[in-house]
Structure formats: structure tokens, C-alpha cells
């Protein structure tokens, strides 16, 4: 990977940690609701339109930003309780949290403990509401008869559960795996899959 010997403010690197959480949250909420989206679809399309009318999509549409920008201020408070002291290289392409409290020269268990369980919390709570949605969802498409009708909702879930498992199980690595167990190129590489790859 190349190497950047640029020098970022710490007011930088906090504006971009912000937009990282705020963004990487929203993303984990808005999966979770295109997977109820598509069981809604799927396990009861008679009542869709009016499950999911254009309100209901614009309120969880908001309560996924609002959730991403409290996460965003959380970490942020974290961050901007943080002391440093001396050269300070950060070993990643963005000013990630878990990278600036191993530079940190002050007390930092309140920055990793609240931080980890916002992000516990979160990832959990995303993570059980795609699992339920799509249990749900083959138990449906099991019981349908004809092949074409199995074949064409399979096709409405495929790219949507690619993309759930790709985000998530990244950022399940990144964040909640040990960190002694992987080098610190993988988690780049990680990394790069949740924040380039999977938004295009």
C-alpha cells in the first residue's frame, strides 16, 4: 500500500472519524431495513404498499441518519477526550478510533469501552433484524411451489444479502475479532471492503 507522510490536524481527523461512523451506521441500518423491506415483500406482499408507503421508507430513512450522526458524536467525544504526545503515525487509511487510542498517551478504557459497546449494540441489533428478516424469508420461498416463483424471489434477495454479509462480516473483523490474530495489512484490506467496495 502507499504510503502518505501527510500531517492531519487532530480536528481533521476527527471531522473524518464522524463521517465515518455517521455513514459506516446509517449503512448498518439501512440494510436492516432493505431486509425487512424485502420481507415485508416477500412474506406478505398484499399489505406492502402500505407497510412500507413512502412515509414509513422516509422515517426509517431519517432514523438511520439520526442514529449515524449520534454514533458520529459519541465517537467524536471519545475522541476529542484523547491526549497525544509526540510523533504520532497512524498505520491506516483513515483516522479510525481503535488506530488513534494506540497513540493516545492519557487513560483511555471510557474511549474503548463506550465506543465498543455503541458499536456492539449497533452491529447486533442490525445484524439479528437481516438474520430474522431472511430466516423468514427462505422459510417463504421454501414453501412456494414453482420453481420460477422460488427462482425470482431468490433474485430479489441475492445482491441485498451479498452486500449485508460483505458489510458485515467485514466490520465484525475489523472491530470485534481480536486484534492479535491478523496483521495490520489485513484490517487495511478489511477496511477498504466496508468503506469503497461494498457502498459502490
Known sequence: FPKSEKAVPVTDCSLQLAFDVAFGTSECSLLATGAYDRYVAICSPLPYS?????????????ASCLGGCMSASAFTGCLMNLSFCGLNDINHFFCDLFQLLKLSCGHVYIAEISPAISSASILISTLFTVIVSYSYILHSVLNVRSTEGRKKAF????????????FHGTVLFVYVMPKSSFSADQVKVASVI???VIPM
Open 50 to 62: 402500505s407497510q412500507m408507503s413512502r412515509v414509513a421508507c422516509f422515517l426509517l430513512l431519517g
Open 155 to 166: 433474485s430479489t434477495c441475492t445482491s441485498h444479502l451479498t452486500a449485508s454479509t460483505l
Open 194 to 196: 466496508y468503506t469503497v
